[in-house]
């Protein structure tokens, strides 16, 4: 679903991302994690089309993003870590905008947009405006609006961000009904036991490169740490190049 092939960006002599090889399967959630500044965000805008890279290609459901951004881009949902709103919208405006902006047909946006807006407790707030919800409501409203056109590719930056404790739980659970209804999810995350929780493979990023990539138990193994949680294969893996 995602396949990532000598992906790089600079930024004036700063390569921020370096010849990145990636594949996200339909039905997997994959976590991407990495020290601050390893280039997690900038991989994720690029997967995302909201980037361009300085070189190497990105396909989305087979189609390429470079020459076909539209095409592709009608197959992902992304929910970035800051959600960017339109204030002066209501919580079922702004699902109306994005629903048009994807071309979901008239006929099935209520329904949808009913279903997204309670599964994230919206429900009650969905004729106000945006500028009077919390920050973890306008979290759950950005991923209501990403998920409506139904993408067969999630991209996530941070996702928890915000939310509470109950609202973690269910967007954990949301992330793997999405999986196993086929969708392919590629999820950055500074918080490891989510990771570890809920992720198929995980990849670890670390000064623009991928250093390893694989289950739980693959990572362990190429750390040495046999048994050991996701934070010591981390800082084990990322320790080794400073």
Same mark, same amino acid.
């Given at each position: 679903m995602i396949e990532i092939s000598g992906l790089a960006k600079k930024f004036g002599n700063f390569r921020a991302v370096d010849s990145l090889d990636l594949t996200v399967n339909a039905g997997e959630v994959f976590g991407f994690i990495g020290p601050n500044g390893a280039g997690k965000t900038t991989t994720i805008k690029m997967i995302a089309g909201v980037l361009a890279p300085t070189?190497? /290609?990105?396909?989305?459901?087979?189609?390429?993003?470079?020459?076909h951004p539209e095409a592709a881009k009608r197959k992902i949902g992304f929910i970035p870590d800051r959600p960017y709103l339109y204030e002066k919208l209501t919580g079922m405006e702004f699902l109306r905008f994005t629903a048009d902006l994807y071309g979901v047909p008239d006929k099935i946006?209520?329904? /949808?947009?009913?279903?997204?807006?309670?599964?994230?407790?919206?429900?009650?707030?969905?004729?106000?405006?945006?500028e009077s919800y919390s920050h973890g409501m306008r979290q759950r409203v950005i991923m209501a609006a990403a998920l409506l056109h139904e993408p067969a590719v999630i991209i996530v930056d941070e996702p928890m961000v915000g939310l509470d404790p109950v609202a973690i739980m269910m967007v954990k659970d949301l992330f793997q009904r999405l999986a196993h209804a086929g969708a392919a999810v590629f999820m950055s995350t500074h918080t490891l036991a989510v990771a570890e929780d809920i992720c198929d493979r995980i990849g670890i990023i670390n000064r623009g490169r991928l250093i390893a990539s694989g289950t739980t138990a693959d990572l362990q193994r190429a750390a040495g740490v046999t048994d050991a949680d996701l934070e010591h294969v981390f800082l084990n893996l990322t320790q080794r190049q400073n």
């Open positions: 070189w190497g /290609r990105i396909k989305i459901c087979g189609i390429d993003l470079l020459h946006f209520n329904t /949808r947009a009913q279903q997204q807006l309670e599964m994230f407790s919206l429900a009650d707030w969905a004729d106000e405006m945006i």
